[in-house]
């Protein structure tokens, strides 16, 4: 499938769901190639996935399917190649936050010494913002 056929199929998801993709040109002191922003919001009650349009191709086809990874979507008929989109998002997902100074859990698994270790200070975990 196209790339831009892609992204349409992606809208016309949101759409389905009454989730409105807006493209918007966004400062470029706020977004950059490196560090694109967008995603899923509530303005004034309604959801909205707001995309940088001036983004390449394949960020904003990430940043419509990163967003919609969030929302409930198995009532809604999708082609195959959408729905593995979303799902590779899905898994590319952040953790949710932690507050500051709050341990991070991480899977118990024994270290060197035999010792299981499972926390991990906030200061030295590091997430892609994506």
Do not use: Y
């Not at 056929?5 to 040109?25: F, K, W």
């Not at 082609?79 to 899977?107: N, Q, S, Y």
């Not at 118990?108 to 906030?122: D, I």
């Amino acid at each position: 499938m196209e790339l831009s056929r892609l992204l349409d199929e992606l809208t016309l998801a949101a759409n389905r769901v009454g989730i409105a993709v807006r493209m918007e040109a966004f400062d470029p002191h706020l977004s950059d190639a490196r560090n694109p922003r967008g995603g899923l919001c509530t303005v004034l009650g309604r959801r909205i996935i707001l995309v940088d349009a001036n983004a390449s191709l394949p960020d904003r086809i990430a940043t419509v399917a990163a967003a919609l990874a969030r929302v409930d979507l198995e009532s809604v008929f999708l082609p195959p190649i959408v729905r593995a989109t979303i799902g590779a998002h899905a898994r590319g997902a952040r953790p949710p936050a932690h507050a500051p100074g709050e341990p991070v859990r991480l899977p118990a698994r024994q270290g060197k010494r035999g010792k299981a270790s499972t926390l991990l200070p906030l200061a030295r975990t590091k997430w892609r913002d994506s």
